[in-house]
């Protein structure tokens, strides 16, 4: 018998339940077998084999078990990046490489970019064969965010955007589904029904691109969330970096964005010539004491010095000094101590392989990993959303948190479900109380391994469980008893429309709206 059948038939056998057990049974079938240790891809491919021929019953306990890399899903959600073709870009940064047939910025030696090249950049082929690798490692692609990425995604042609986006969601549609040409308009309401669901699409875009008539348009599309490229918020270094704009801008498209109910994620670029750590340090302060700033997210990307780039002669002359390994692991661990509880740090470093990087700390791949190891040592954690997540539902309390706070001109009110410790985070809601005093949901979000969108919570997951529901109900009661509005918007993720169908609200425009 096939020691992969085998694996499979003790798993079951024995009831494992964890990836203990998994580890113990491979071990012990390849030793009995005189073979390797398979993967757990070959393990599931097996697996669905045997379920196909009626030799096994289906196994879910089983299935979640097999998956490769499961960290992938288990923020609730299954991340999907999609790049767009290479475009003339409008900027001239110092810093940005410039490489024939890659969008400005990228390598073609960047995951996400290699997969783009094989697939000609386009967005149907890229979403469908992500969607195929995801599932055949064992993950659910239920509840797919879609990441637009590339050049700066609002310089590119309208009618290119919105047949991108289109395309994107017709991948989704005719992943599991019946194949037809479709507007954006029907492929967006046949997705609200779809096995694979679009609950969140997120844009990268400069500052000063952001104004009225673009934030339609990214609500067309369907978009709840924008990364700027903020990288500092010193005018001084932004000029010296060619960076054609003002913090003016930052400031401007913040609001707007939060107004329009968006999440609003920062990227930032410490080390950048013209600063230093003491101006880096004084940023991170300044985003979260600041109000006109006050990110929801942030990425963190060192000053990365790439062949090719203005920044690489400037290195090559003595003209910029990158940090040191010490220096910059300084300063990650300043930032993180004075990370408020309502903000992610989705990334530290940015996927570049680090021998596309010439010098500096921007080459240590596993930047985060090391800041964690340390600030374990030191006996402290960070507070960010990424952090705290719950990967699993535990039997302790929960406790309905809210912490309020002003920015862009709003009242921010950011409620979650956590542990008395606040060290473990189940679910957390945005709500937006406009400065004319409109009530905009802008974020729900429940944590833990990615559950199907109807299957039934056999699993340790938080998902499924009532937090999302209970959250959006204490912020209705918000809305209503504190602030007076008689009607609360949500900013929907296309796929999670009919989520909110059920809770009373229905889609105007481009938002789910109820009555109070």
């Known amino acids: 018998m096939d020691a992969c059948e085998l694996i499979i038939k003790e798993l079951i056998k024995s009831k494992a339940e964890n990836s203990v057990d998994l580890s113990f049974i491979k071990k012990k079938i390849a030793k009995k077998t005189a073979t390797l240790c398979p993967s757990n891809s070959n393990l599931l491919k097996v697996y669905h084999e045997l379920v196909k021929a009626k030799r096994i019953k289906i196994s879910k306990i089983i299935e979640r078990l097999l998956i490769t890399r499961p960290v992938r899903s288990l923020s609730g959600i299954i991340n999907v990046s999609v790049l767009t073709k290479p475009y003339p870009c409008p900027g001239k940064c110092v810093f940005c490489p410039t490489q024939k047939g890659v969008p400005k910025s990228y390598l073609d030696n960047e995951p996400a970019v290699m997969r783009a090249i094989e697939n000609k950049y386009h967005p149907y082929k890229q979403v469908q064969n992500r969607l195929r690798a995801l599932e055949v490692n064992g993950h659910p692609i239920d509840k797919i965010e879609i990441r637009m990425i590339g050049g700066t995604w609002s310089y590119y042609p309208k009618t290119y955007r919105e047949w991108f986006i289109k395309e994107c969601f017709r991948a989704c549609n005719e992943f599991k589904g019946k ?8 492929a967006q309401k046949r997705n609200e029904k779809a096995k694979c669901r679009v609950v969140g699409l997120s844009v990268e875009t400069r500052p000063d691109f952001i104004n009225n008539s673009e934030i339609k348009h990214l609500r067309k599309i369907g978009a709840t969330m924008v990364e700027l490229g903020v990288q500092t918020i010193y005018n001084k270094v932004l000029i010296l970096n060619k960076r054609e704009k003002s913090i003016d801008h930052t400031i401007r498209a913040t609001r707007l964005l939060k107004d329009a109910g968006f999440k609003v994620l920062y990227q930032m670029m410490p080390n950048l010539p013209g600063s230093s750590i003491k101006m880096d340090k004084e940023i991170f302060k300044q985003l979260f004491k600041n109000s006109d700033f006050k990110p929801d997210l942030l990425k963190i990307y060192p000053t990365a010095i790439i062949k090719g780039t203005v920044l690489y002669k400037w290195w090559k002359d003595k003209k910029y000094k990158p940090y040191s390994k010490k220096q910059l692991i300084r300063l990650i661990k300043s930032i993180k101590k004075i990370i408020p509880y309502y903000v992610r740090i989705q990334r530290i470093t940015r996927d570049i392989p680090s021998k596309s990087i010439v010098a500096g700390p921007a080459k240590i791949s596993n930047l985060r990993q090391i800041v964690s190891a340390q600030m374990e040592k030191e006996g402290w954690s960070c507070k960010c959303i990424r952090c705290r997540q719950a990967k699993e539902y ?43 005093k409109k009530a905009i949901i802008r974020q729900v979000h429940t944590y833990g391994l990615l559950l199907p969108v109807l299957e039934k919570n056999t699993f340790n997951s938080p998902q499924h469980k009532g937090i999302g529901k209970k959250l959006i109900k204490e912020a209705e009661q918000i809305a209503k008893k504190e602030f007076e509005v008689k009607k609360i918007s949500v900013i929907s993720g296309i796929g999670v429309r009919e989520y909110f169908r059920k809770l009373g609200y229905r889609l105007r425009d481009t938002y789910m709206v109820k009555n109070l």
């Open 179 to 186: 194949k037809t040409e479709q507007s954006i308009n029907e």
């Open 394 to 436: 535990s039997k302790e309390e929960l406790f309905l948190l809210r912490e309020d706070y002003e920015a862009s001109k709003g009242k921010e009110i950011f409620l979650s479900f956590e542990d008395k410790e606040r060290k473990h985070l189940y679910g957390m809601l945005r709500l937006r109380i406009t400065s004319d």
